[in-house]
């Protein structure tokens, strides 16, 4: 049971680059979630999807965008990558039920230069 | 004010030791709490959850709620080496979003 993968594991760009992180679930969770996180700033999230179709808006949503592929697969953009943007980026996943915690994949460790 | 604050640490204890990790959130009408350890280099992972006032015990850790003073605890007792890491405070905020702490690095020095 895979639970929630996240490809890349590490990658470097250069500013202005774009590139694709991907997400997948294997748990049939409606709800999927994008974070980053910074040193000393906790998990912020940037956008969230609660069901295959709608995505909306965290905290820190400029600069990138996601698709909602399917029910299993979340994607996040980032357009023309800034250095502001080196952070790991997590996805996540949840059952769609207030009791329910999220599940975390590995994450992506994101360095622009 | 955020929405979910955590003491910053970070967090020294001796082997065999009782740590205490505290964590308050804004909105009273919160129902469902977890606490995640995240080690370094690594995402995090659920350790504890809980919903109702009062405590909850699961091996070494207890957690502690209470609603009224809109907070929330992790007792880790007989601290071990292994349990050198990042704790996260993570709150419901709504249908879809559960809003984390900043974390508590605890230290456990053998």
């Known amino acids: 049971n895979a639970g929630v993968t996240q490809t890349p594991k590490f990658q470097v760009l250069k500013t202005g680059q774009s590139m694709t992180l991907q997400c997948a679930q294997d748990?049939?969770?409606?709800?999927m979630y994008w974070y980053r996180q910074d040193p000393g700033m906790g998990l912020r999230l940037i956008y969230y999807?609660?069901?295959?179709?709608?995505?909306d808006k965290g905290e820190v949503p400029n600069g990138y965008n996601v698709s909602r592929l399917n029910k299993r697969e979340f994607s996040l953009r980032l357009e023309s990558a800034a250095p502001s943007q080196t952070s790991v980026y997590f996805c996540?996943?949840?059952?769609?039920?207030?009791?329910?915690?999220?599940?975390f994949g590995d994450g992506t460790r994101l360095s622009i230069l | 004010q955020k929405e979910v604050e955590q003491n910053s640490g970070p967090l020294s204890v001796p082997e065999g030791a009782i740590a205490s990790l505290n964590c308050t959130y804004s909105?009273?009408?919160?129902?469902?709490f977890f606490w995640y350890r995240q080690y370094s280099g690594k995402s995090p992972e659920l350790i504890m959850s809980?919903?109702?006032?009062g405590d909850k015990e699961d091996g070494r850790f207890t957690a502690q709620l209470n609603k009224a003073s809109q907070y929330v605890s992790l007792l880790i007792r007989d601290s071990q080496p292994s349990d050198s890491a990042t704790y996260l405070c993570?709150?419901?905020?709504?249908?879809?979003?559960?809003?984390f702490g900043a974390g508590t690095t605890v230290t456990v020095r053998a």
């Open positions: 996540a996943s949840r059952e769609d039920s207030p009791d329910q915690p999220q599940h």
């Open positions: 748990m049939n969770h409606n709800s």
């Open positions: 999807s609660a069901s295959e179709g709608t995505t």
């Open positions: 909105d009273r009408g919160s129902q469902s």
């Open positions: 809980i919903y109702s006032n």
């Open positions: 993570a709150v419901f905020i709504n249908d879809y979003k559960l809003s």
